[in-house]
């Protein structure tokens, strides 16, 4: 680029200059060569080499293992009968007294419109079939509170899931 250009200024100049001048012109050029250096590829001593398969070897066993999770328990479902519910604790011995001692008894509290309510819950079934044969069989003054068959899961599940063991 810069060749061409002082050619152009030295023509212009010299047309423009008096004719008994004499112009000398002078170029140089310049030639620049690069020499590139080819790479040679050498392979890697044959230990270095085994040493890379290795964990090449390692790294696609990782990746192909199955990460085998622990089994879970299958835990059936277990049923109770929620005997009443009653706004003031005191009043739930009462009633688990009159239940039979065979099965465990809880209470629960949970909060309705602001007020605590005392749940009172009695056995662990391991079917609903079970829990209804139990219900049943409860004394007469028991049924008159009109029990019903609850999952404990859902009782473990709600916002209020905390159960007192009674016996």
Not at 8 to 32: M, N, P, R, W, Y
Not at 76 to 86: D, E, F, G, P, S
Not at 94 to 108: A, C, G, R
Not at 126 to 142: D, F, G
């Amino acid at each position: 680029m810069k060749t061409p250009v002082i050619a152009l200024f030295v023509l212009f100049a010299a047309g423009c200059a008096d004719k008994s001048h004499h112009l000398t012109l002078l170029s140089q050029s310049e030639e620049i060569t690069k020499t590139v250096k080819a790479e040679s590829k050498v392979p890697p001593p044959p230990f270095e080499e085994a040493k890379i398969s290795v964990k090449k070897a390692e790294k696609a066993q990782k990746a192909t293992e199955v990460v085998k999770k622990p089994k879970k328990k299958v835990v059936k479902q277990q049923y109770t009968i929620q005997v009443v519910a009653l706004s003031y604790e005191s009043g739930l011995k009462e009633f688990s007294d009159m239940l039979p001692s065979d099965q465990p008894v809880w209470s629960n509290m949970k909060m309705v419109d602001s007020i605590p309510w005392y749940t009172l819950l009695y056995g662990s079934f391991t079917s609903k079939e079970r829990a209804k044969n139990e219900l049943n069989a409860l004394p007469r003054v028991i049924k008159e509170q009109k029990p019903f068959i609850r999952s404990i899961s859902s009782v473990k599940k709600s916002p209020y899931p905390k159960m007192n063991k009674l016996n």
